[in-house]
């Protein structure tokens, strides 16, 4: 178990072409840095000036990893195996991204960082029996690899001791392709491979409907520019993505393509997970982040790969259920490319 007295530091990840800083408090990726059209190197994610930042809440999850099971658990409940269990209220009426003190806030054990062409670390963080009100211990691995000039993976695992849990860890990664400190991302287009959204009641938990996107303002099953509709839908899009109609690649499916027409950067997004939270940062408002930037409404997009929000409590919905014996496994593709 990573010693909670232990410090939070800040690891490097360089191949020559993109930079990556991240540290093991929550496995916050800090900064990445790839090219855009002139060559140049830019910062496309959302964060904060130091590691003490992060440490006081002063960042909406801007980077890290969250679980032990990201997104909503409505009324913080839910009965596995027969046993009911109890989880705190962090965002009231529901249970959000592990609770009070999620996988987000803890310092992660550093047990392999490689330097080199294909430069990785992996940080551990084993979860105990009762942790924010989940049941059985659960062992998490979480490793960034740069795999080649401006890719990047990241490979997820959780391996429960003696008791079934339930384990949905999410990259909660804000990024604007533009360049952090660039504005919004409402000139950013998109392009998801979903043909359905599980759509949600008043306080952002899913009905357990599976919807077709096909003439709604949801529809990106052809890419579309985020401004375009984002008016349409409240607040902006804080919905899951039921990822059904990807082309595959390295047993992983296409998720989302994003494309920003400033400098041209491309990110492509590949995972093994079954949906995807699209969500445009729309509490997000006067945020101090790094270099002197702030962060309004809109300004980063999140991907967050995952099982169904509130899967546990919809019977129809893919089982974020991991028993003993058995391996939670998620992986995340990055490919950033210039078109």
Known sequence: MADQNQKPEIFELNNGTMDVKVTNLGCTIISLSVPG???ALSDVVLGLDSVESYQKGLAPYFGCIVGRVANRIKEGKFTL?????SL???KPPNSLHGGNIGFDKKVWEVVE???GETPSITFKYHSHDGEEGYP??????ATYTLISGTTMRLDMEGV?????TIINLAQHTYWNLAGHNSGDVLNHSIQIWGNHVTPVDQNTVPTGEIMPVKGTPFDFTT???????IGQVGMGYDHNYVLDCGDEKAGLKHAAKVRDPSSS???NLWTNAPGMQFYTANYVNGVNGKGGAVYGKHAGLCLETQGFPNAINQPNFPSVVVRPGEKYQHSMLFEFSIE
């Open 113 to 115: 960082y490689k330097k």
């Open 81 to 85: 195996d027969g046993v009911e269990y």
């Open 37 to 39: 059209k002139d060559g």
């Open 88 to 90: 705190p209220l962090n």
């Open 265 to 267: 950067r491309v990110l």
């Open 223 to 229: 890419e579309n520019r985020i401004g375009n509709t």
């Open 136 to 141: 059985g211990d659960i062992t998490v691995t």
């Open 160 to 164: 429960p001791k003696d008791k079934p």
